[in-house]
Structures are given as C-alpha cells and as structure tokens.
C-alpha cells in the first residue's frame, strides 16, 4: 500500500469504511477468488492494514493471502 503514486486508472473499492484503489486488471482476478477485505487492527502492542482475498482463516487457514503493514 502507498499513500504518495497517483489514484488515476485505478478501480476505487470500499472495505470496512475503508477506500482503496485496485488495478482494474486484478479486480476481476481477485474477486473471482472471493471478497476482498482490508481491515486496521491492533494486535498485542503492533497495529496495520491487514488484506484478505476469499474467507481468509475461516475458510482457507492461514497463510498466502494477508498482508500487514
């Protein structure tokens, strides 16, 4: 994620009152694989955006698609 590259040509999307921009390439790519969540959480003193693709832990275990930073 950056704060600083220019929005034009991108795909705005919303998550948990949260905008972000998508390369309109990757739309159709990931949502054929599921919803995607972006997310700020606080966890034991760090905190971050977090972004998931599909159900996440619940329906896939963890691993391959999050992201914190």
Do not use: Q, W
Not at 26 to 46: K, M, P, Q, S
């Amino acid at each position: 994620m950056t704060l600083d590259e220019s929005i034009d040509n991108l795909s705005k999307l919303n998550s948990s009152e949260i905008d972000f921009y998508v390369d309109p390439s990757l739309v159709e790519f990931l949502t054929d694989r599921g919803a995607i969540n972006v997310d700020f959480v606080t966890h034991e003193g760090r905190s971050g955006f977090t972004v998931t693709v599909g159900g996440g832990c619940a329906e896939s275990g963890c691993g391959g698609c999050s992201s914190a930073g």
